[in-house]
């Protein structure tokens, strides 16, 4: 079991497709009307995991690459700086390396300051003193069983109910006149966003695809990440709320959609109603409430899915790819000075290499041209 660079690129890759298969399934109505949205959350886990655990384990297979990767290796070992008289020398791997951690920095450091920003404006904002809201957060609260002091602002230039923050959250709420039960769903929908941590989920995939910028299939997952965390706040809401109290809800969110136009929403730590109004992917959330696709008889069925992710966790570390060629005799290092009188062994894998006293001196699978003039024997052959 160890880490290696190939082992860590094999997990991207596993990644990547996970990635695919999440975006591909997301559409697909027919799983989700029989198994509501865990499979989608089972496979944004396996991705979490298989990310963050890139080791070899203890069964894995390494499957050489005789064309492609070495090919690709001695691209990226071409150097490019070679100041030897200064020390400086480096490759293309290298600079595409500074590149990479270049840009990941630059717009790491650039989402952090947007949120600093936004978080330290909303402490700024006086919270709202509306009785209607802050009776309605409490009467969740209390049927939730949780309750936290959290500071709501009601504001014009809001474009969508969101909560921000980890640890001392914030409600946004935008000016608009919802009705009780539609404000009832709004806020209960922000409230499960914070009881299920899904601020600290959506950070962490947000920081993954800032690092790995160059991968467009981390794109794909984060965005379906942030879709299926909204369908799972909208299957927490719809536990709580009347077939009447859902069609208030959904009403809200066509609201919002409708005030959209008026603001815009910057941060990696939000978690809003709408993320986007993108037909399709709106259109698939108001099926799964209107349809009762959130059942608890799909939430039982969707449990046969969990030893197939264990399968395909287990699969996802079979292999690992590296580069593989042939050794020329200048890897050897201390194989500097070769006599005439030195000759070669055939054996079975390649040929032993003996010095004029018979010493060995190396295992060679195939005869560089700087040992073509030596003399080969039989392995039968010797005394």
């Not at 150097?79 to 920095?105: E, H, Q, R």
């Amino acid at each position: 079991m160890g880490l290696t660079l190939f082992s860590f690129l094999t997990s991207l890759i596993w990644v990547s497709i996970f990635a695919i298969v999440i975006k591909l399934l997301s559409r697909q109505m027919i799983l989700l009307r029989t198994f509501s949205i865990y499979p989608l959350i089972f496979l944004i886990c396996l991705c979490l995991i298989r990310f963050f655990l890139p080791t070899e384990l203890f069964y894995t297979q390494i499957i050489r690459s005789e064309s492609l990767l070495p090919a690709l290796q001695r691209v990226l070992a071409y150097p490019l700086i070679n100041l030897s008289s200064k020390g400086i020398t480096a490759n293309v791997f290298d600079i595409l390396i500074l590149i990479s951690v270049g840009v990941a920095l630059y717009k790491l450091c650039r989402k952090i300051n947007k949120y600093r920003r936004f978080y330290n404006i909303l402490c700024i904002f006086p919270a709202s003193e509306d009785q209607r809201i802050k009776s309605t957060l409490a009467n969740i609260q209390n049927l939730i069983g949780a309750k936290r002091e959290i500071k709501i602002i009601v504001h014009k230039s809001i474009r969508t109910p969101a909560i921000v923050g980890l640890y001392s959250p914030i409600i946004i709420l935008p000016d608009i006149n919802f009705t009780d039960d539609e404000l009832f769903g709004v806020l209960l929908h922000e409230w499960q966003h914070y009881r299920q941590r899904h601020a600290i989920i959506k950070c962490i995939c947000d920081i993954i695809q800032t690092i790995f910028w160059w991968n467009p299939f981390f794109r794909y997952f984060n965005n379906e990440v942030e879709h299926t965390l909204e369908m799972h706040s909208d299957e927490k809401v719809s536990y709580y709320l009347s077939r009447q109290q859902q069609q208030c809800y959904l009403n809200a969110i066509i609201k919002v959609i409708q005030n959209q136009g008026k603001g815009q929403k910057e941060s990696i730590l939000t978690c809003c109603l709408v993320e986007e109004a993108q037909s399709n992917r709106l259109k698939q959330r108001f099926k799964m409430l209107l349809e009762s696709n959130y059942s608890n008889i799909n939430k039982q069925r969707s449990k046969m899915f969990i030893p197939i992710m264990f399968v395909l966790l287990v699969l996802s570390y079979t292999f690992v790819i590296q580069p593989y060629s042939m050794p020329s005799v200048q890897d050897y290092g201390t194989m500097t000075d070769i006599s005439s009188d030195d000759y070669l062994v055939k054996t079975d894998s390649g040929y032993n290499l003996y010095n004029s006293e018979g010493e060995l001196i190396a295992n060679i699978l195939v005869i560089d041209d700087s040992l073509k003039h030596l003399k080969i024997i039989n392995q039968e052959d010797l005394p």
